[in-house]
């Protein structure tokens, strides 16, 4: 057995996440020491501005679906119902949504990698414009499986993302998959019937009406924006 | 054994690993590997012996030098493991070459697998590994293209570029006014492969064709002339074809047609109405009366039967292909001479070569759609 498990531990599949470390950047927020600072750390990339809970309520983020087709593991994030339609509480996705992009912000800020992937037609032109116009990479509207997980053939190269952002995630489930094999954290909007607990931060919120798709981006884009520009006046 | 054995091995360190567990007594030359083999002067090579090449027995500076930390510890390694492996095999290290390891290995680590690329082996990194392209990086080790992780970036950069495109043109004007739209020819995909310089799809080329289609379509599509140009050209009409056609001195004029397999070589001239196909008149060429007004069809509509001589040479096909390729014949050559017949030919869609061809035959059936007889018991 001993044998079997040397074999295994240096076996190709396992030995992936050897070549995923070579990214550049790894940013460690924690927020119990920084409780009672927390609006400060929000402050850097304009982030308090950007997300503010009349925003998120004005794009319908708080819409969720009608409470039969609900997962139970998002009954935290959720406030109440309102003509058998769950409402999320705004004041627990704002919260989520600003850790989010502090990752972001921060990975960027480092010069990070950050891949937008989105695998529904409706939203393939916001997301390339989201990503090109933060100078980040997009994937879509097609996740081929082993993307990541198959990287030397498929793309030639051992280089992976630093973070990836995807807008839903019913039909990303392979994508949230392969990056957790490779060692990549995750962002994703995830609706009151999806399952949250192979993100990495996961966002509470709409993911089907295209102004909170369109909120989700430009949030992202410009917090990326700001952290560029940061570096660029330093 | 054979069970461990059946995942592929790829690296020299499994390799040097699977060599560990099997045969304990490795460990005393991994022992001595931290100290390189002393370069020995070798011996005069005996009479009649083929020249020796010396194989490298240490990875040289110019291999390590341009490569990323973990390949050139797999460099290492691999040569670390092809000499331990020469000393297990009682060899000189230096006279080792990749078939002598592939024989060795074949030998230590016998495997029944079918296929040969899941059987272990011990190469190189660099044949290993794919090589990454630099070009594609900048200095900050991130990807150029904003597409890059799709798989085909160049495609992906094509369809954006689309996107920006159709930007610049008003929805609701496509909508609202509809411009008869002129017939286009758009690019082949071969073309396109080289010019985006890469591999595409059959999917891929006609998804670009129909986010392109609607573009030329647009009332202001001449605002994009510039990138549509790159990917579509228009379709002569018969006014550009006419210029192909022209009368020689002797007042022929020549042109080819095709239907079905059949070829048909057209001369018109003016005269008293002679008609002759391969030397014969038409009478007696084309038993049939549908074949000869099928082929005199363009001298009829164009009310010119009997002012033309036409001589023409056919062969393939059958009796209704060569009538339809002499009729296209007849109608190209026609162009030749001054008047608007074109207009007329081009209506009645004279013009242009029938594409149809024979269904194929089906195995299972008797023709193409034919069954063959079937009785229920």
């Known amino acids: ?234 | 054994m054979l069970p461990v054995l059946k995942r592929s091995i790829k690296s020299c360190r499994e390799i040097s690993s699977l060599l560990g567990a099997k045969f304990p007594s490795v460990s005393r030359f991994t022992t001595t590997e931290a100290e390189p083999p002393p370069n020995e002067e070798l011996e005069a090579p005996p009479i009649n012996a083929q020249p020796i090449v010396l194989e490298k027995t240490s990875p040289t500076e110019e291999e390590l030098k341009n490569e990323e930390p973990w390949m050139q510890e797999e460099i290492i390694a691999y040569y670390r493991s092809k000499n331990i492996l020469a000393k297990m095999m009682g060899r000189d290290p230096e006279t080792f070459s990749q078939e002598d390891v592939q024989k060795a290995i074949r030998y230590l680590l016998p495997s029944s697998l079918f296929d040969k690329k899941a059987r272990p082996f011990l190469k190189h990194p660099s044949e290993i590994y794919p090589k990454r392209i630099e070009s594609s990086f900048d200095a900050n080790n991130r990807p150029i293209e904003a597409s890059f992780y799709s798989g085909s970036p160049c495609y992906d950069a094509l369809v954006h570029k689309i996107y920006i495109e159709e930007n610049k043109l008003d929805k609701r004007k496509a909508r609202s006014e509809s411009v008869p739209s002129q017939p286009l020819k758009w690019i082949e995909k071969d073309k396109l492969q080289n010019k985006i310089e890469e591999e595409l799809t059959d999917e891929q080329y006609q998804d670009i064709i129909n986010k392109l289609k609607p573009l030329a379509a647009h009332p202001d599509s001449h605002l994009i002339s510039d990138f549509l140009d790159q990917y579509c050209k228009p379709v002569l009409d018969y006014r550009a074809k006419a210029k192909k056609y022209a009368i020689s001195k002797c007042g022929y004029a020549h042109a080819m047609g095709h239907r079905k397999t059949a070829v048909a070589e057209v001369w018109l001239k003016k005269g008293t109405g002679e008609v002759t196909i391969n030397n014969k008149p038409l009478q007696k060429y084309f038993g049939y009366i549908t074949h000869r007004q099928q082929a005199l069809y363009p001298l009829v509509l164009t009310k010119l039967l009997g002012q033309f001589d036409v001589k023409a040479r056919v062969h393939g096909g059958g009796e209704s292909g060569r009538a339809g390729a002499i009729r296209l014949g007849i109608s190209r050559a026609l162009l030749a001479f001054p008047g608007d017949h074109g207009e007329l030919l081009e209506a009645e869609n004279l013009l242009v070569r029938d594409p149809r061809r024979v269904e194929r035959k089906k195995p299972g059936q008797k023709k193409a759609r034919k069954k063959f007889a079937w009785v229920k018991r």
């Open chain 1, 1 to 234: 057995m001993a044998f079997l498990r040397a074999l295994l531990k240096s076996s190709p599949a396992l030995r992936l996440c050897r070549f995923c470390t070579n990214t550049v950047a790894k940013v460690d927020i924690s927020f119990e020491e920084n409780s009672n600072t927390a609006s400060d750390i929000y402050d850097k990339f304009n982030i308090n501005e950007i997300v503010t809970v009349r925003k998120l309520f004005e794009a319908r983020m708080h819409l969720g679906h009608k409470h039969g087709v609900s997962n139970q593991l998002m009954k935290d994030y959720i406030w109440g119902l309102r003509e058998k339609i769950q409402i999320f509480d705004l004041d627990i996705t704002s919260e989520h949504l600003k850790r989010a992009l502090l990752v972001a912000g921060l990975i960027a800020e480092k010069k990070g990698v950050i891949l937008f992937v989105n695998s529904r037609s409706q939203f393939d032109r916001l997301i390339r414009d989201t990503a090109t116009d933060c100078g980040e990479y997009y994937l879509s509207p097609t996740w081929r499986p082993g993307t990541f997980t198959n990287s030397q053939v498929m793309l030639k190269t051992c280089r992976l993302p630093d973070l990836v952002v995807l807008l839903n995630w019913h039909t990303n489930v392979q994508a949230i998959r392969e990056s957790i094999m490779c060692n990549i954290p995750t962002v994703c909007l995830t609706d009151s019937d999806s399952d949250p607990r192979l993100v990495t931060y996961a966002v509470p919120g709409n993911d089907d009406t295209p102004s909170s798709v369109k909120f989700f981006c430009e949030a992202f884009r410009d917090v990326i924006r700001n952290a560029k520009s940061n570096v660029d006046s330093e």
